[in-house]
């Protein structure tokens, strides 16, 4: 559905070489910190910013050839992109409508009755989060095939953000050749709902794994000084000093449950991931 | 069908799933033939990526206890006689355990639970 390779872009302080892929049907995860290169890379998904180097393929064919027929099965929602402030939700249906040909004007009012946005208020008084629920839920008013969203749950309570999840899991059963590109800082939300997850870091991927295999293989593990010595380390990816010994980030959880029974072992999340992957010390 | 995920668990999501499904199968809590919800729908269900539905449902295939038909759905497989046996007897073994255990921790020996064993047999 979007492939990203080789995809390279010079600024002056920042360098972006990155490759990746969402496939249909699947639900695909962005992680990184602030300024590690994610809102970069979609907007290179996206068209908005022209790569010094690699290619760029939405849908099968070059991201050069798209065109509008093209744009309009993308659902974006980024970070600065935005309604006029002085229209309320009203006044945007006609132009949605000749926008989108697939806009289904019945359910995004529904939706936006769901969740309490008012359509006759300026969206300028609208509050930060409702502003977001609302670029959020017209993505997914108009049959887009893909949907590519920076941080769509943020700044929303954990109620609305479980709605929202809800409603992109909806989104995805309803047809199976849908797929998703989220961005998000919110560990919970991607580990409920994306099916992999890439991790960049400095411009560069550092990571790519599925949800379940990070769930399931991956594991902190917590030991003395002494334990970490005798420690066969080679499935441990990352490791840190503590003040109680070291922690260690492994891929094959089982073998460390087999062999060291007396090390403490972890269940793993994306939060200790990024931590492990960025902050700790290579083998 | 109920399925019910431990989160905090040591055994991977998928393992649960599965384990849950055939215990269910076997049980005959779970007809044959029934249709089983979509991986989507599973993992919308659930909350956890249609990926690791999609392995629980591969797992629960290759050991024959579902099939899946492209582009209709998965179906309960029917299920031999033998494999509901060998679970109604590792279901006795559990039972045994957990008598064993409990005994154990308010100090009975090994004669101890032995006699008991064999008393109540007798009166059965």
């Not at chain 1, 990203?4 to 695909?28: A, H, Q």
């Not at chain 1, 109620?159 to 050749?177: A, N, T």
């Not at chain 1, 490791?239 to 073998?255: H, V």
Request: hydrophobic share 40%; glycine share 8%; net charge neutral.
């Amino acid at each position: 559905m979007l492939k990203l390779r080789n995809v390279k872009k010079k600024y002056k302080d920042f360098e972006l070489d990155c490759s990746m892929e969402v496939r249909p049907g699947m639900i695909t995860g962005f992680v990184g910190k602030n300024g590690a290169g994610k809102t970069t890379t979609l907007k290179a998904a996206l068209g908005l910013i022209r790569p010094d180097g690699g290619e760029v393929e939405l849908f099968g064919k070059p991201a050069a050839v798209l065109g509008k027929a093209g744009r309009t099965r993308l659902g974006v929602v980024l970070a600065d992109s935005g309604f006029c402030g002085y229209l309320t939700i009203r006044d945007l249906l006609p132009s949605l409508e000749r926008m989108y040909p697939k806009f289904d004007r019945a359910a995004f009012l529904e939706k936006c009755n769901r969740f309490h946005l008012s359509d006759n208020k300026k969206i300028k008084d609208f509050s930060t989060g409702m502003r977001q629920k609302l670029h959020v839920l017209f993505a997914l008013s108009h049959d887009a095939r893909l949907l590519i969203l920076d941080e769509p749950t943020a700044g929303m309570d954990v109620l609305g953000r479980d709605e929202i999840l809800d409603m992109f899991r909806e989104y995805m059963e309803e047809k199976e050749d849908r797929a998703m590109l989220v961005s998000s800082h919110i560990a919970g939300d991607l580990e409920s709902l994306c099916d992999d997850i890439y991790m960049i870091n400095d411009g560069h991927i550092i990571f790519h794994e599925e949800t379940d295999a990070l769930l399931g293989d991956y594991a902190l593990l917590k030991m003395t000084r002494e334990q970490y010595q005798k420690l066969d380390k080679s499935h441990v990816l990352r490791f840190r000093e503590e003040n109680y010994g070291y922690s260690c980030l492994t891929d094959q959880k089982a073998f460390y449950m087999d062999n060291y029974p007396d090390v403490t072992v972890e269940n793993n999340g994306i939060d200790t991931l990024i931590t492990m992957m960025i902050r700790g010390e290579r083998v | 069908m109920k399925i019910i995920i431990n989160h905090s668990s040591m055994q991977p999501i998928y393992e649960q799933i599965a384990g849950q499904m055939k215990a269910q199968i076997l049980k005959g809590e779970i007809k044959e033939d029934t249709m089983l919800p979509s991986v989507r729908m599973l993992a919308k269900e659930q909350r956890i990526s249609a990926l690791t539905v999609k392995k629980a449902y591969d797992t629960l295939e290759a050991e024959g206890f579902i099939t899946t038909v492209h582009g209709k759905g998965s179906f309960v497989a029917p299920t031999n006689r033998q494999m509901r046996l060998e679970e109604r007897r590792k279901e006795v073994e559990a039972a045994f355990e957990l008598a064993i255990r409990k005994g154990k921790s308010c100090g009975m020996s090994k004669e101890e639970l032995t006699d008991v064993f064999q008393m109540i047999l007798e009166e059965m």
